[in-house]
């Protein structure tokens, strides 16, 4: 069976700071990887996903992840974060053969600081 | 063009009662997921309707059901409700059935059983 862990539940950084958010994945074969971002409120929005290919993807927003198999993570990233992108992010893992099902981790909810 | 629309969008219901909840899917998408979003079990897997079929099915009791219609809506129904079904509803459309074609997910019902 999947699962996803993201190990950060709150992170709270500065505008303009630099973010990462952790994603580890447990799946036998090649995972299909997602980001969403959920605002209050809201449903999920996607911010990118992997496939195959190139390990780093990147998404809307400005954020990009990297796909690191030794390391069975997918993390996201933002070079400069802005006060519009505090929410929460959740990553998931879905199968080849399972349809549209997703796995999803726990969830990281940002806060940033003015 | 209009998104996943969940109706309705706030629900509050007692013990034993049941309920159906609503998901439009976006016009041209003949899937639809559920998904259950709760503070203590995070993100979770219900069901996922494809052309009026269960394709895959998540480890709920049998008092969640679902189906879908021929125009591709979706209804979720859960039966004898309990305190713990309180949770954000979440339903997500997709064009087809592999996850290639990205999921939208609608706002969400809240539901409350008292």
């Known amino acids: 069976a999947q699962s996803v862990t993201q190990p950060d539940i709150h992170i709270t950084v500065s505008e303009g700071a630099s973010l990462e958010l952790r994603c580890n994945y447990s799946y036998g074969a090649t995972p299909y990887l997602f980001w969403y971002v959920q605002s209050p409120g809201q449903g999920l929005q996607l911010l990118l996903k992997?496939?195959?290919?190139?390990?780093l993807v990147q998404g809307i927003k400005g954020f990009e992840a990297e796909f690191k198999r030794s390391q069975s993570s997918f993390n996201l990233r933002k070079p400069s974060v802005h006060w519009s992108d505090a929410a929460e992010y959740f990553c998931?893992?879905?199968?080849?053969?399972?349809?549209?099902?997703?796995?999803f981790g726990g969830g990281t909810r940002l806060m940033v600081k003015p | 063009k209009a998104g996943v629309t969940q109706t309705p969008r706030y629900l509050i219901k007692t013990r034993g009662q049941q309920v159906t909840l609503s998901c439009s899917p976006i016009s041209g998408h003949r899937s639809v997921s559920w998904y259950q979003q709760t503070p203590g079990q995070g993100l979770q897997f219900l069901f996922e309707?494809?052309?009026?079929?269960?394709?895959n099915k998540g480890n709920f009791p049998g008092r969640f059901s679902g189906r879908q219609f021929s125009n591709s809506r979706s209804e979720m129904n859960v039966s004898t409700l309990e305190l713990g079904d309180s949770a954000l509803y979440l339903c997500?459309?997709?064009?087809?059935?592999?996850?290639?074609?990205?999921?939208?997910f609608g706002p969400g019902t809240r539901l409350t059983v008292l």
């Open positions: 997500a459309s997709s064009l087809g059935q592999v996850l290639y074609n990205e999921q939208f």
């Open positions: 309707y494809f052309s009026e079929t269960q394709r």
């Open positions: 998931a893992v879905g199968a080849k053969n399972a349809g549209n099902m997703l796995t």
């Open positions: 992997y496939f195959s290919g190139d390990t």
